[in-house]
């Protein structure tokens, strides 16, 4: 199976229109486009989750703008979507279908590309936060911190699925993605795109 993005290169640059934060403010917020191809025989279903696995672990490290986070500084997995029960006839999600822009205080669940869209780590991230706040369901792009000296990546993690449906329910989380899939993967394909905000 294979995965490819008409937004950014494997292993490029995603581009600010793709990012919640971008300098100077907030970027365009719009999901990127995906396609995929060769899914194996027997696929009931696709699960989806996008991934940054770069984002730092000291909160406080963060919300200290003077100071830069090294490159070196710990990281850890920052979800941005989760995707479950996509068609198994779906080979494609066009840019901007799933999200075009900000949504300040959190965005209700749904579907994306015909699958059920779980929640994404911003709602923890901005919680305590007045304006910002709430429930994020589906996509929310990039937003690294501008004081990190590295380059995140974000992965675009597609699963080949035998079952039509997980056993997940409500705000579930990429994390619930997971564990329900054990077991159930006929195939994976990824793709990976790069964002800073460190000049």
Known sequence: MKIRSDSFEHRGRIPAEFAMGAPGGFG????PHLAWDEAPAGTRSFALLCIDTDAPTDGALVADADTPIPVAHPR???VHWAVADIPA???SIEAGSCSDGISKGGKGPGHDAGGRRGLNDYTGWFAGNAEMSGRYF???GPYPPPHDLREHRYFFRLFALDVPALDVAGAF???DVLRAMHGHVLAEASTYGTYSLNG
């Open 138 to 140: 589906g996509y929310d």
């Open 76 to 78: 850890g997995d920052f």
């Open 28 to 31: 365009g917020n719009r999901n």
């Open 89 to 91: 006839d779906v080979r």
């Open 173 to 175: 989380t990429a994390g």
